[in-house]
């Protein structure tokens, strides 16, 4: 349901927000879902209890700098609408349309092993000729025995697990026997 609504919110904001207004709007929106991932502060903008007027002045005290009228706009109205936790996940629709219409994604490595710098940037060199487009790779060190690569936005997971050549290689000696 809250991706249906982050979706019309997205679509709105593109709309509206040109350019430099869009880079100053996601520079705003991302220091806010920053802020929620301090449990205070996100427990105090899910309160019941905390009136939507305290909520506002509590998200706009996040910046030093005045804020567009735009943006002051679309709090207010996230606010009156009792959405204003729905921000990261904005921050996160609208930062992949506008990656999606300049051509750039974002994509994960996962792995159990550690992956260098030069390593990751090989991967996504080779990545970005085969889509055509410019790929930019995070690495997130987990228990996955082998390599993932994952590129959500494109819709493309590319996987080489050790357990799986393992088994391979001893169905294939099997059926050779």
Not at 135 to 140: H, K, Q
Not at 153 to 168: A, C, P, T, W
């Amino acid at each position: 349901m809250s991706g249906a609504i982050v979706e019309k919110y997205a679509k709105a904001v593109m709309s509206e927000f040109k350019d430099k207004e869009l880079d100053e709007l996601l520079l705003d929106l991302k220091t806010i879902s920053l802020a929620f991932r301090e449990d205070k502060f996100s427990s105090l903008i899910n309160s019941p209890i905390v009136d939507t007027k305290t909520k506002e002045h509590l998200v706009m005290s996040l910046f030093s700098k005045k804020t567009s009228q735009k943006f002051e706009n679309l709090l207010k109205l996230l606010s009156q609408n009792k959405r204003l936790n729905l921000i990261p996940d904005l921050f996160e629709r609208v930062s992949s349309i506008l990656r999606t219409s300049k051509n750039k994604f974002k994509g994960v490595i996962y792995s159990n092993e550690d992956l260098t710098k030069d390593q990751i940037s090989k991967l996504e060199s080779i990545f970005s000729k085969k889509f055509d487009a410019d790929i930019s790779l995070d690495f997130d060190k987990g228990d996955y025995s082998g390599v993932k690569v994952d590129l959500e936005e494109l819709g493309v997971e590319i996987s080489f697990s050790m357990d799986r050549l393992k088994h391979d290689m001893s169905d294939y000696i099997l059926k050779a026997i």
